[in-house]
């Protein structure tokens, strides 16, 4: 499970992730400067740090390293989530005050998620196992002329 990124770790690897490509340790500070003064040697310390940690790869290109992002933002923001949640002592409570915070949007983006979740495992759908007795048959494709239940077309 990663650790929680510093603030400035999150600043560097923000950047990293948008940008998603390649990038230097001057592209990165004078990206930073633009908000703080900074040093150069303090970006790529921070960026040594996050190499030797796993977050990014370097390669060598002339007298100077170029950074890739390992995984994703989003990946980290699961992990992170992930790792709080399984430290609860009531996992089930914590998810329920949880989706309690959420916005409308946010609900909705969890929704969509369970989507493709479900789709992606058969094994999530009841439905999908013709040994299950819990759930009513559904037919195996669309019909003509009939709506799944996620609107026309889908």
Same mark, same amino acid.
């Given at each position: 499970?990663?650790?929680?990124? $510093?603030?400035?770790?999150? =600043? &560097? #690897?923000? /950047? *990293?992730?948008?940008?998603?490509?390649?990038?230097? *340790?001057?592209? *990165? @500070?004078?990206? @930073?400067?633009?908000?703080?003064?900074?040093?150069?040697?303090? &970006? #790529?310390? &921070?960026?040594?740090?996050?190499?030797?940690? $796993?977050?990014? /790869?370097?390669? *060598?290109? $002339?007298?100077?390293?170029?950074?890739?992002?390992?995984?994703? /933002?989003?990946?980290?923001? =699961?992990?992170?989530?992930?790792?709080?949640?399984?430290?609860?002592?009531?996992? =089930? =409570?914590?998810?329920?005050?949880?989706? $309690? #915070?959420?916005?409308?949007?946010? /609900?909705?983006?969890?929704?969509?998620a369970m989507r493709v979740v479900q789709r992606a495992d058969p094994a999530a759908d009841p439905a999908a196992d013709p040994a299950a007795d819990t759930a009513p048959a559904r037919p195996a494709g669309p019909q003509e002329g009939a709506e799944s239940p996620e609107g026309p077309g889908?």
């Amino acid at each position: 499970m990663p650790r929680q990124l $510093g603030e400035l770790e999150d =600043a &560097v #690897m923000t /950047r *990293v992730w948008q940008w998603n490509r390649p990038v230097t *340790v001057r592209e *990165v @500070l004078e990206d @930073l400067q633009k908000e703080r003064s900074i040093a150069y040697t303090t &970006v #790529m310390t &921070v960026m040594d740090n996050l190499h030797q940690k $796993g977050w990014v /790869r370097r390669e *060598v290109e $002339g007298r100077a390293y170029r950074y890739t992002a390992v995984s994703t /933002r989003a990946a980290y923001s =699961a992990a992170l989530m992930n790792e709080a949640w399984s430290t609860s002592d009531n996992p =089930a =409570a914590a998810l329920v005050a949880f989706f $309690g #915070m959420m916005s409308a949007e946010q /609900r909705e983006a969890l929704e969509d998620a369970m989507r493709v979740v479900q789709r992606a495992d058969p094994a999530a759908d009841p439905a999908a196992d013709p040994a299950a007795d819990t759930a009513p048959a559904r037919p195996a494709g669309p019909q003509e002329g009939a709506e799944s239940p996620e609107g026309p077309g889908r």
